[in-house]
C-alpha cells in the first residue's frame, strides 16, 4: 500500500510537533533540575561558611585554653586523648578515609 503525500506530510509534522514537546519538556527538566542544584549549592555555601566560623571560634577558644593551662594539665589532659587525635596524620594504614559518595542526590 502506498501513502498519500498528504498523510506523510501530515505525519511528518506529527512527529516534529512530538520532538518539539519532548525538546520542550526536557528543557524544562533541565531548568527545573539546574535550579535546584543552584539552590543545593546556596545552601552548603552557607554551612560551609558557618563550620568556618566555629571551625575559627573553636581554635581561638583552643589556644587560649592551651595558654591559660599549666602544663601538668596539659600533659594529663593529652594522655586521656586517643593517638589518632594527637596525631591524624600518623594514622594506620588500616584505616581508611570515608568514601566518596559517588552517586547524585535525588532532588
Do not use: W
Not at 539552590?39 to 581561638?60: G, Y
Not at 600518623?90 to 532532588?107: I, M, R, Y
Amino acid at each position: 500500500l502506498s501513502a498519500s503525500p498528504l498523510s506523510c506530510s501530515a505525519s511528518g509534522a506529527s512527529v516534529v510537533a512530538i520532538d518539539n514537546k519532548i525538546e520542550q519538556a526536557m528543557d524544562l527538566v533541565k531548568n527545573h533540575l539546574m535550579y535546584a542544584v543552584r539552590e543545593e549549592v546556596e545552601v552548603l555555601k552557607e554551612q560551609i561558611k558557618e563550620l568556618l566560623e566555629k571551625n575559627s571560634q573553636l581554635e581561638r577558644e583552643n589556644s587560649l585554653l592551651k595558654t591559660l593551662a599549666s602544663p601538668e594539665q596539659l600533659e594529663k589532659f593529652q594522655s586521656r586523648l586517643p593517638a589518632e587525635v594527637l596525631c591524624p596524620e600518623e594514622q594506620s594504614p588500616g584505616v581508611a578515609a570515608p568514601a566518596q559518595h559517588s552517586g547524585g542526590s535525588a532532588v
